[in-house]
């Protein structure tokens, strides 16, 4: 609660959260904000303009525009925090491991993140598509695939600069359990920037499944995504722009709330950052007022 209320102390955070959270809750609950089945065709109202049933008119097959952009937040938003998650878990059980024990095993665990970050995330993932076909759910092995070492070296840097503290060393000779330790002292310190990378990571991977899925490599027809939805109306771009425009602009504003939001996060969580900001919002005040009073004078 504290956290959330440091984050919300900035508006346009406090606005991207609350934005962020009802497009969360649209998507579980799309059967109850649709107001049509996606899948469902109606070649008689081919590229029909809005109108009071269809806020957002018809596809090239008649189907609700608006229904799909909601249906189209599951893939697009849903699935990828899955994907994330999974990520960031394996990242950080090999990156405590790591920056924990040291030694010998630290130097293996990173040998293999080095051999994974070797290769370039999206030769990696056409790789993957490669090898196992189209499709949402080998996108989502891809970008877990892609995304756990890069997580693991960040958390396993977190984990080294607390490892040496006093109080880690004083919980060690006392006999502590290494797993008990790792709960109560290192998780804590490590949680801020696992939020932070977690946050960033997030848009990048929306960005990322919407452009695969503009290129037919990601979720098949006749399910809703929006990347998928923008190579549909690609045909009709000039005669019909408003079928790009409206899943152009939910990823727009996704992606772009996503953005805000971390940074915001990451100010919250960061102390030095908002030490920073105060002073320099003190020494902009400080200025301010020299120069007033060298005009009053």
Not at 6 to 28: D, H, M, N, P, Y
Not at 203 to 225: H, V
Not at 234 to 245: D, I
Request: with cysteine.
């Amino acid at each position: 609660m504290k956290l959330l209320r440091q984050v919300c102390r900035e508006r346009l955070a406090a606005v991207c959260l609350f934005f962020l959270s009802a497009t969360f809750v649209v998507g579980i609950c799309a059967p109850l904000f649709a107001p049509h089945n996606p899948e469902e065709v109606h070649m008689e109202l081919r590229y029909a303009a809005a109108s009071w049933e269809y806020w957002l008119g018809n596809d090239h097959l008649g189907r609700c525009v608006l229904s799909r952009i909601i249906y189209g937040i599951r893939p697009s938003m849903l699935w990828v925090g899955a994907a994330l998650l999974a990520s960031v878990g394996i990242g950080a059980i090999v990156g405590f491991i790591a920056g924990y024990f040291r030694g010998k095993i630290d130097a293996v665990l990173m040998r293999v993140c080095d051999v994974m970050l070797s290769f370039p995330g999206y030769v990696m993932t056409l790789a993957v598509i490669g090898v196992l076909g189209a499709g949402l759910e080998n996108i989502l092995i891809a970008f877990v695939l892609m995304k756990w070492a890069w997580f693991a070296r960040i958390i396993r840097t977190s984990v080294m600069q607390y490892a040496d503290a006093e109080y880690v060393r004083f919980s060690r000779a006392i006999g502590t359990r290494s797993f008990t330790l790792v709960r109560k002292h290192l998780l804590p310190v490590a949680l801020p920037d696992i939020a932070v990378i977690s946050s960033s990571a997030f848009g990048s991977m929306i960005l990322q499944i919407s452009g695969f899925s503009f290129l037919g490599l990601g979720i098949q027809a006749p399910n809703a995504e929006w990347g998928m939805m923008l190579n549909e109306a690609r045909g009709v771009m000039f005669s019909k722009p408003e079928l790009m425009l409206a899943p152009g602009i939910a990823i727009i504003l996704i992606v772009s709330a996503v953005n805000f939001l971390s940074d915001a996060l990451q100010k919250a969580l960061d102390p030095k950052l908002m030490t920073s900001r105060h002073k320099r919002q003190k020494q902009s005040v400080s200025i301010t007022a020299q120069l007033q009073g060298k005009e009053v004078a």
